[in-house]
């Protein structure tokens, strides 16, 4: 009896660890604080500085150098559905594609992205 309560009281918490870092297809993502306030979509400059170059609603065909047709970075509810992959993809390093964010705006972007990503 002893024994399984140990266990129990190991794997608990080992469980909701990885919950927290992982969303169950092996994707990593940065561990945020969510205590208010949660910067606005506004907010994230990361977005204007790093991503609108490709994922804008203003750019069509080849100017958007392969960034999928309707994940604009520059349109609230665009952003907000695709919330987890831009966190995920910013902290695995492949996007922006050349690199280059700023600690603190990578900081802004995961809060924004995995904090309910408010308008
Ligand atoms: C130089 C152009 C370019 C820039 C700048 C760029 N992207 Fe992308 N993005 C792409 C291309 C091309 C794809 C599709 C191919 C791929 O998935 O790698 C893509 C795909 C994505 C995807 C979907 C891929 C997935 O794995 O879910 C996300 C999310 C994304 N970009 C987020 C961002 C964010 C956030 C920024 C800014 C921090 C950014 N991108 C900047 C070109 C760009």
Same mark, same amino acid.
């Given at each position: 009896?002893? +024994?399984?309560?140990?266990?129990?009281?190991?794997?608990?918490?080992?469980?909701?660890?990885?919950?927290?870092?992982?969303?169950?297809?092996?994707?990593s993502?940065?561990?945020?604080?969510?205590?208010?306030?949660?910067?606005?979509?506004?907010?994230?400059?990361?977005?204007?500085?790093?991503?609108?170059?490709?994922?804008?609603?203003?750019?069509?065909?080849?100017?958007?150098? *392969? +960034? $999928?047709? *309707?994940?604009? #970075?520059?349109? #609230?509810?665009s952003?907000?559905?695709? @919330?987890? @992959?831009?966190?995920?993809?910013? #902290?695995?390093?492949s996007? $922006? $594609?050349?690199? *280059?964010?700023?600690?603190?705006?990578?900081?802004?972007? #995961?809060?924004?992205?995995?904090? *309910?990503? $408010?308008?």
């Amino acid at each position: 009896m002893r +024994a399984e309560l140990l266990i129990a009281l190991l794997i608990v918490p080992l469980a909701v660890t990885a919950c927290g870092d992982d969303d169950g297809d092996g994707a990593s993502l940065p561990t945020v604080d969510c205590t208010p306030p949660v910067p606005t979509f506004a907010e994230v400059r990361a977005f204007r500085s790093n991503c609108i170059n490709c994922h804008s609603i203003q750019l069509t065909d080849n100017s958007r150098q *392969g +960034a $999928p047709v *309707g994940m604009d #970075y520059d349109v #609230y509810a665009s952003a907000a559905a695709v @919330a987890e @992959a831009t966190a995920r993809t910013v #902290y695995e390093g492949s996007m $922006p $594609p050349s690199g *280059g964010l700023f600690p603190a705006d990578k900081d802004v972007l #995961y809060r924004w992205s995995l904090c *309910g990503a $408010p308008p």
